[in-house]
């Protein structure tokens, strides 16, 4: 089955220690992103991956890290968690388009990580 | 700036009526218009998208979307509404220059029985 998954699923951590969310697709698709989620605000992108090794800022990425060693993998890594950083955490996941070079398909979006920083 | 707006926080129709979402966007360029649907404690599902041709679109679950270039608009429908429709409704407009899609704040919708 197709799919976007996201470890852990829900997460309780503290300030200052440093947690990992993984996400991982099975659809060999290209672009990978991050975004969180808060009440009236939408998602935000964190962070995003044209393919590997290829990673670039979105419009919230401060606190946050990523690496796309591999084309499957992207996780999100908190150096140093915050409570501001407490939200709903998605991965997404698309294949290049087909109508020109800035062109993707629509993204596939990851079942979410619930975290909180106390 | 590029932007959409989803006006309605939170909507309310009995089972059975007729749905209308209406979301209006900012954009520079021709858009790709998507609608997503976010079930309680679920992720976002793709419902429709619109990236050129016929502008009324058909989706999964029967939705329908249409997109208005002259009202900067793509309003999802739904002739019935059924009870499993409760959830929250995102459109989103992309790609901008770091290939993300931009999304509206989301609209509530709530099924009376």
């Known amino acids: 089955e197709a799919q976007v998954t996201q470890n852990p699923r829900y997460l309780i951590t503290v300030t200052g220690k440093k947690l990992t969310v993984t996400c991982s697709q099975n659809?060999?698709?290209?672009?990978m992103s991050w975004y969180r989620q808060d009440p009236g605000l939408g998602l935000r992108q964190i962070y995003y991956?044209?393919?590997?090794?290829?990673?670039d800022k979105g419009d919230v990425p401060e606190g946050y890290k990523v690496s796309r060693k591999e084309k499957r993998n992207f996780p999100l890594i908190l150096e140093s968690p915050s409570p501001n950083q407490t939200s709903l955490y998605f991965c997404?996941?698309?294949?290049?388009?087909?109508?020109?070079?800035?062109?993707?398909?629509?993204?596939?979006f990851g079942p979410g990580t619930r975290l909180t920083v106390l | 700036a590029q932007s959409v707006t989803q006006p309605d926080i939170h909507i309310t129709v009995s089972e059975g009526a007729s749905l209308e979402l209406r979301c209006n966007y900012s954009?520079?360029?021709?858009?790709?218009l998507f609608w997503y649907v976010q079930s309680p404690g679920q992720g976002l599902q793709l419902l429709l998208k619109?990236?050129?041709?016929?502008?009324l679109v058909q989706g999964i679950k029967g939705f329908e979307a249409e997109f208005k270039r002259s009202q900067s608009s793509f309003n999802l429908r739904k002739p019935s509404v059924h009870w499993s429709d409760a959830a929250e409704y995102f459109c989103?407009?992309?790609?901008?220059?770091?290939?993300?899609?931009?999304f509206g704040s989301g609209t509530r919708l709530l099924v009376r029985p």
């Open positions: 997404a996941s698309s294949s290049r388009g087909t109508a020109g070079p800035a062109s993707y398909n629509e993204q596939f």
């Open positions: 659809m060999n698709h290209e672009y």
């Open positions: 991956s044209m393919n590997v090794e290829v990673t």
């Open positions: 954009y520079g360029a021709t858009p790709y």
């Open positions: 619109y990236f050129s041709g016929d502008t």
């Open positions: 989103a407009v992309g790609p901008d220059s770091s290939y993300k899609l931009i």
